[in-house]
């Protein structure tokens, strides 16, 4: 693991994102050394067809090899065929699940691995 960690995220609440170092974002892209709030009309995203290749390859870019992928509240948020195909094809461990459990499991990976993530706090 490199030695550079991901943020923490220290709290989530429906539309809300408390993230170390980056304040208050309703959702969120987060890597090794940073993060940003996810604009979703950046890449076209919406909860259907859901997260884009272009979401996590900015995800890779800064160095994940684990990456969390929320897919909301209520587990709204879908995940494009290409954007998983993308991370198979780069060797990424890949976890999809509702925004608790994965601020959760993306919390434990920050300390041991290279992880990236991206959280949508609402539906």
């Known amino acids: 693991m490199s ?3 991901s943020p923490r ?11 170390e170092g980056l304040g208050t974002l309703k959702d ?8 940003r709030r996810w604009d979703w ?12 290749p272009e979401d996590v390859q900015e995800l890779l870019d800064h160095g994940a090899t684990v990456v969390v992928l929320s897919n909301g509240m209520l587990e709204r948020l879908r995940v ?20 608790p459990d ?4 993306y919390n434990e990976l920050r300390e041991t691995a290279s992880v990236g993530g991206l959280f949508h706090s609402t539906c």
């Open 80 to 99: 494009r065929p290409e954007t998983t195909r993308l991370l198979e094809k780069s060797g990424v461990t890949a976890h999809v699940l509702p925004t």
């Open 102 to 105: 994965a601020v959760r499991l």
């Open 3 to 5: 030695s550079i960690r």
């Open 9 to 19: 995220i220290r709290s989530l609440e429906w539309g809300r994102l408390e993230v």
């Open 28 to 35: 969120a892209k987060l890597y090794p050394g940073g993060g």
């Open 41 to 52: 009309a950046e890449t076209g995203t919406s909860h259907d067809p859901g997260i884009q």
